[in-house]
């Protein structure tokens, strides 16, 4: 079964305005990272949550963790047209011999 | 740091035809390096891992024969699509984890190559 799910799957905001992504996943989790896919392109990781932070910083970015909900979210603020891609959580599962899943993604489109 | 080179970024092929993607890591040694497979708008499905020096582990429902890697080095994995047919069109994806420090490593990034589009007619 898919251990990150995402939500919403699609996201459509005009620049400047904030972008909040979600993750729900499963299992118990070591850390909990989020990756941009621009179109056609591999992934490129944004920002990693261990499962005992609560939030971290970097940049525009804020990913909070919620292990008790088993949930994380990623705010991207004063968002900017080059934002526009594709946005995954991934789990890297305790135990998980070192795989990471992925989650189904969100599409956010940042109007300029 | 941290790049991973894919190779070739697009490729077209006949039926029957064999096509092989090479996935180097240029600035890091990579013991463990991952080969994904991506739909259009779907996300990544991983098909298999690759550790240096031994077998690749499968996933689940993807065939070992038909997907071929081979992990000769730390720094190269490939991915060999044998007798590609038109329903293994779709974009490959590698990734590649950095050799594990001591103590345990506490961090899993991955690092991926840019993709391979493969058609096959």
């Known amino acids: 079964s898919q251990q990150g799910e995402e939500d919403p799957q699609a996201l459509s905001i005009q620049e400047g305005e904030n972008a909040t992504m979600n993750c729900s996943y499963k299992t118990s989790i070591n850390n909990l990272q989020w990756y941009r896919q621009n179109s056609g392109r591999g992934l490129v990781h944004l920002i990693l949550i261990r499962s005992n932070e609560r939030e971290k910083h970097s940049g525009r970015l804020r990913v909070t963790l919620d292990t008790s909900k088993k949930s994380s979210s990623l705010l991207i603020t004063a968002s900017r047209a080059a934002d526009t891609a594709s946005y995954f959580c991934a789990t890297d599962a305790a135990g998980a011999n070192s795989k990471l899943t992925f989650g189904k993604g969100i599409t956010l489109s940042v109007r300029p | 740091g941290a790049v991973v080179s894919q190779h070739p970024s697009w490729v077209i092929c006949k039926s029957g035809t064999s096509v092989k993607i090479e996935c180097r890591s240029l600035?890091?040694?990579?013991?463990?390096m991952f080969w994904y497979r991506q739909f259009p708008k779907q996300s990544l499905m991983l098909m298999a891992t690759?550790?240096?020096?031994?077998?690749?582990?499968?996933e689940q429902g993807v065939e070992k024969d038909k997907f071929l890697i081979n992990h000769a080095s730390l720094t190269l994995s490939t991915l060999t699509v044998t007798s590609a047919h038109p329903e293994d069109s779709s974009f490959y994806i590698c990734?590649?984890?950095?050799?594990?420090?001591?103590?345990?490593?506490?961090?899993?990034?991955?690092?991926f190559g840019a993709g391979t589009r493969l058609s096959v007619l």
């Open positions: 690759s550790n240096e020096g031994s077998k690749a582990t499968y």
């Open positions: 990734s590649a984890r950095d050799r594990p420090r001591r103590p345990p490593l506490a961090k899993n990034i991955q690092y």
């Open positions: 600035d890091f040694q990579a013991t463990t």
